[in-house]
């Protein structure tokens, strides 16, 4: 079965300092990795994906995530958030073949002005 | 845009009522979901299904059920509901399976409390 691991779950940040959303992730099988945005008030939606190719997967508004095989980490990455950054970040996890998305327990980001 | 519906965005119900939950799309998608949101745990899927008439568990199915009679129409089901039921649902839909490239859609939430 895979399961994923957000390890923190709040991160107080600045605005205009940079931030790092950590998830880790448990699979005996290869397996695609998202992350998910959550906005007050509004439903989730998907803010960048890893399924092959390069390890270093960008968002339009200035995200990034590295997919690490060997440490089994798919870590988000702001080098300087926005007010507008403010939310729930999840991270998820599909098998290759699979058919349903497991997700973490969120990271609640909270950039203060 | 996709749009994804929940019918009600918050509901209160009392313990061993049965409770339906609705979700609506409106883009063909074949995939729909239904996750619980509770702080902490993050997303836990309760059951998809991938095709009209056709379901599977999820990975906390206990006291649902659901039904898809329709395409586009994924409802929920608290036979008889408890307590720990208390939390926020999130219905998705995708037009294939999330290991095809194809992102999930959510709705905005239905947040139910049994008292």
């Known amino acids: 079965a895979q399961s994923v691991t957000q390890l923190d779950s709040q991160v107080p940040v600045f605005e205009e300092a940079p931030v790092e959303l950590r998830c880790n992730y448990s699979s005996s099988v290869s397996v695609y990795l998202f992350w998910y945005v959550q906005y007050p008030n509004q439903g989730l939606q998907l803010l960048l994906k890893y399924l092959s190719g390069s390890t270093l997967v960008e968002s339009i508004n200035g995200f990034e995530a590295e997919f690490n095989k060997s440490q089994t980490s798919f870590h988000l990455r702001k080098p300087s958030v926005h007010i507008s950054d403010t939310a729930e970040y999840f991270c998820a996890v599909t098998k290759a073949a699979g058919n349903k998305l497991t997700f973490g327990g969120g990271t609640r980001v909270l950039v203060k002005p | 845009d996709v749009k994804v519906t929940q019918s009600s965005r918050y509901l209160v119900k009392r313990t061993g009522e049965k409770v339906f939950l609705e979700c609506v799309q409106d883009?063909?998608?074949?995939?729909m979901f239904w996750y619980r949101q509770d702080p902490g745990l993050g997303l836990r899927l309760i059951y998809f299904?991938?095709?009209?008439?056709?379901?599977e568990k999820g990975d906390i199915p206990e006291g649902y059920s659901v039904s898809r009679e329709k395409k586009e129409r994924f409802s929920l089901i608290l036979e008889s509901a408890s307590t720990n039921q208390t939390s926020m649902y999130l219905c998705?839909?995708?037009?294939?399976?999330?290991?095809?490239?194809?992102?999930?859609?959510f709705g905005n939430g239905t947040r139910l409390t049994v008292t």
């Open positions: 883009m063909d998608h074949e995939n």
């Open positions: 998705a839909s995708s037009l294939e399976a999330p290991a095809n490239n194809s992102p999930l859609h």
């Open positions: 299904s991938y095709d009209v008439k056709m379901k």
